[in-house]
């Protein structure tokens, strides 16, 4: 019965109340709303399991997951993904048609379902997504939209500078890595040290990184050394942060006077210690960055700024300047039951939330793929 009416029941994976994912998800099949003038019906494509999503379902993340409008109580996880148009309302069809790729405009839009009805104005169409993997679409909207927006909003930086970061094999730092050496930048990466070292710092230098340290060099005199050579008369002027700890703080010692960190995660858990010196003595700035903000504010031209953002990364993207993250796939959404439905998706939540997954788990929506490549 759910393959023959997949077009009116959507799979969600939802919750009544906050806790660990293990103890409070669960499958539902939930009815759709009938399609009105404003509304999209969308079959989601694929979604990322993404640290973000698992705060939510634990009640630790300040924005709440979408709650289901025909069953208040429960609310649906998921903040990223790619959907394809089914059908559309008259008034919605002057802004998407059948067959067009979109993502979501705003955070906890509840993407992991299968199916949704959205007024119009909730998705952003994608443009030329013939260009685009299933995984790349469905992982745009929050790495590579937070690494590309802090490149360009925080200091104006000119080809052959230098750009520092930490946790470089993040998804974000990945994104950071490709889209700095797009644009001529320099990158100082640093990741903790660890017995594959060698072997991440390569698969960092392949995507475009220029120099790849452990985090205990970060004050050694071969990084001074390098960053000399290749800097020049102008030091660093924007660091980038999503670790904290200890490595934030080196990490602001190697910034010049006037210089930029940007925080936009903990890894670690642990506090920003920043010298004070390296603030009184080379006037540094600490600023952060939420990309779930940027995408909510309501500021003038922020609409056009996010179409650009999007051409910009799916050009990248097109021209094999930017790749998706190392993923694992997981199918989903055609089981028999419920329980084994939950069983299926579960799988993918515990690796996600693994610190030594090393790779991010997406998750592809069954009923829809023969739809992705239309």
């Known amino acids: 019965m759910w393959r023959r009416l997949h077009s009116t029941l959507a799979r969600c994976v939802v919750f009544d109340k906050t806790g660990p994912p ?16 404003r509304s999209v019906h969308l079959g989601m494509l694929a979604f990322p399991i993404n640290p973000a999503d698992i705060n939510q379902v634990e009640g630790v993340y300040p924005i709440r997951a979408h709650r289901l409008d025909s069953e208040p109580a429960l609310h649906v996880g998921g903040n990223e993904g790619v959907a394809r148009v089914l059908a559309v309302g008259d008034e919605a069809a002057a802004h998407v048609q059948p067959g067009d790729w979109v993502l979501p405009a705003t955070p906890a839009s509840g993407t992991w379902r299968t199916d949704m009805m959205v007024d ?28 590309y927006r802090m490149l360009k909003d925080f200091v104006d930086l000119a080809p052959g500078e230098v750009v520092l970061q930490n946790g470089a094999n993040s998804a974000v730092g990945q994104a950071v890595t490709q889209i700095a050496h797009a644009w001529g930048l320099h990158t100082l990466n640093v990741i903790r040290d660890r ?63 006037g210089g930029t960190i940007v925080t936009y995660g903990a890894m670690s858990r642990q506090p920003f210690m920043f010298p004070a010196s390296a603030f009184i003595f080379n006037d540094l700035r600490a600023r952060g960055f939420w990309m779930s903000r940027w995408t909510e504010e309501r500021v003038a031209g922020r609409d056009a700024a996010k179409q650009a ?41 515990q690796k996600a939330g693994s610190s030594m997954a090393g790779k991010k788990q997406v998750v592809l929506v069954a009923a829809h793929q023969s739809a992705s490549s239309e």
């Open 22 to 37: 293990t103890q409070v998800l669960s499958v539902r099949d939930v009815p759709l709303p009938p399609l009105t003038r």
């Open 309 to 349: 953002m999007l051409g910009d990364l799916v050009e990248m993207m097109r021209q094999g300047q930017l790749a998706g993250p190392r993923a694992e796939l997981t199918t989903w959404g055609d089981e028999a039951d419920a329980a084994a439905s939950l069983a299926c998706f579960m799988g993918a939540v």
């Open 120 to 147: 119009y104005t909730q998705i952003v169409r994608l443009p030329r997504h013939e260009a685009l993997t299933l995984l790349q679409a469905a992982t745009l909207s929050v790495n590579p939209c937070t690494a």
């Open 195 to 257: 017995p594959d070292f060698d072997q991440v710092a390569q698969q960092l230098k392949s995507i475009g990184a220029d120099c790849v340290i452990r985090d205990t060099e970060m004050r050694s005199a071969e990084t001074q050394q390098w960053l000399q050579s290749v800097a020049g008369s102008q030091p660093p002027r924007l660091a980038l942060n999503g670790v904290g700890g200890k490595s934030a703080q080196n990490l602001a010692r190697l910034l010049g006077v």
